[in-house]
Nanobody, 124 residues
Framework: QVQLVESGGGLVRAGDSLRLSCAAS????????VGWFRQAPGNERVFVAA????????SYTDSVKGRFTISRDHAKNTVYLEMNSLKPEDTAVYYC?????????????????WGRGTQVTVSS
C-alpha cells in the first residue's frame, strides 16, 4: 500500500492555472500507475487523467485534453496535474489514486490506494 497526499488546490478565476501535486510514501512509487479523479458536489467521482509507471503513457478525459497535463517525477515520488485555462466546470475535489496492478486506468475500481483530495474552485 502507498500513502498519497494531494496539494495545490485553491480558488482561482476562469482562465487561470493551477498545479496539483500527489506525493507518495510507503512503497516504491515508480511501481504504481497513477490517476487523477475529480468529484463535484452531487456528482460521482470521475476520471480526469492517468499516467503509466514509467511516465511514458498518459491518458485524459476529453473535457481536459489540451488544457491539463499529467506528469511524474520518480526522484520526488510525486505525480503532478498541471491545469491551464481553467473553467468553472472544473470545480471539484481532485483525488489521486495509485495501484501496482495492471488495469483500466480510467476506472475508479482499478485503483486500491487513494488520497484525501484537494479542493479546486474556479470562479467565473
Amino acid at each position: 500500500q502507498v500513502q498519497l497526499v494531494e496539494s495545490g488546490g485553491g480558488l482561482v478565476r476562469a482562465g487561470d492555472s493551477l498545479r496539483l501535486s500527489c506525493a507518495a510514501s510507503g512503497r516504491t512509487f515508480s511501481n504504481y500507475r497513477v490517476g487523477w479523479f475529480r468529484q463535484a458536489p452531487g456528482n460521482e467521482r470521475v476520471f480526469v487523467a492517468a499516467i503509466s509507471r514509467s511516465g511514458g503513457v498518459t491518458s485524459y478525459t476529453d473535457s481536459v485534453k489540451g488544457r491539463f497535463t499529467i506528469s511524474r517525477d520518480h526522484a520526488k515520488n510525486t505525480v503532478y496535474l498541471e491545469m491551464n485555462s481553467l473553467k468553472p466546470e472544473d470545480t471539484a475535489v481532485y483525488y489521486c489514486a495509485a495501484d501496482r496492478r495492471t488495469g483500466d486506468s480510467t476506472s475508479r475500481s482499478s485503483y486500491n490506494d487513494w488520497g484525501r483530495g484537494t479542493q479546486v474552485t474556479v470562479s467565473s
